[in-house]
Antibody, heavy 113, light 110 residues
Framework: QVQLVQSGAEVKKPGASVRVSCQVSGYDFSNFDVNWVRQATGQGLEWMGWVNSITEGLAQKFQGRVTMTRNTSMSTAYMELSSLRSDDTAIYYC????????WGQGTTVTVSS | QSVLTQPPSASGTPGQRVTISCSGSLSNVVSNYVCWYQKLPGMAPKLLISRNHERPSGVPDRFSGSKSGTSASLTISGLRSEDEADYFCAAWDDSLRGRVFGGGTKLTVL
């Protein structure tokens, strides 16, 4: 079945970078975008951007601080967030395609000094 | 402040019908498909409705979606206790060139 499996929880200091991975299975990785969405505690869902086999598209808020890539041979997408701040503490999700019809389990990123 | 506007809360008793609204603009709701997601605590979001009104396989037909003009709606019929969750609408925004979410609606089953 279609699955998106994300990397484990991370604890980072302010100013550092974090990279979250999302390995997919059960479908042709090349045929779908991968979206990244985050949710801070008590907050709503926030779309960060998407990546496909050709390019990426980022929400304006994250331009210059987020890089989204993918490795087709490993069927894995990556989201790297730099210059971390305390308000980047959140659960980060990857999700498949335009409709975001299948989601990863989420990766908790904690930013604390 | 979210680009798409949802009521922060909604409630109903078991068996009732509840409708959650999602208000947007020409650049998002009017021009593009709206999706709805259910978010349970500690779980990943789940797609309930795609392309304004389409239900993915496995989603009960108690859930339905519609769109008219700048607003979209999610209706839950025959409300059940397990429907208690947060619900989010989303759409592509042509002006922002990105996806936007509503702020979410917390549904309480009384």
């Amino acid at each position: 079945q279609v699955q998106l499996v994300q990397s484990g929880a991370e604890v980072k200091k302010p100013g550092a970078s974090v990279r979250v991975s999302c390995q997919v299975s059960g479908y042709d990785f090349s045929n779908f975008d991968v979206n990244w969405v985050r949710q801070a505690t008590g907050q709503g869902l926030e779309w960060m951007g998407w990546v496909n086999s050709i390019t990426e598209g980022l929400a304006q808020k994250f331009q210059g601080r987020v890089t989204m890539t993918r490795n087709t041979s490993m069927s894995t997408a990556y989201m790297e967030l730099s210059s971390l701040r305390s308000d980047d503490t959140a659960i980060y999700y990857c999700a498949r395609g335009d409709a975001m019809d299948v989601w990863g389990q989420g990766t908790t990123v904690t930013v604390s000094s | 402040q979210s680009v798409l506007t949802q009521p922060p809360s909604a409630s109903g008793t078991p068996g009732q019908r509840v409708t959650i609204s999602c208000s947007g603009s020409l650049s998002n709701v009017v021009s593009n498909y709206v999706c709805w997601y259910q978010k349970l605590p500690g779980m990943a979001p789940k797609l309930l409705i795609s392309r304004n009104h389409e239900r993915p396989s496995g989603v009960p037909d108690r859930f339905s979606g519609s769109k008219s003009g700048t607003s979209a709606s999610l209706t839950i019929s025959g409300l059940r206790s397990e429907d208690e969750a947060d619900y989010f609408c989303a759409a592509w925004d042509d002006s922002l060139r990105g996806r936007v979410f509503g702020g979410g609606t917390k549904l309480t089953v009384l």
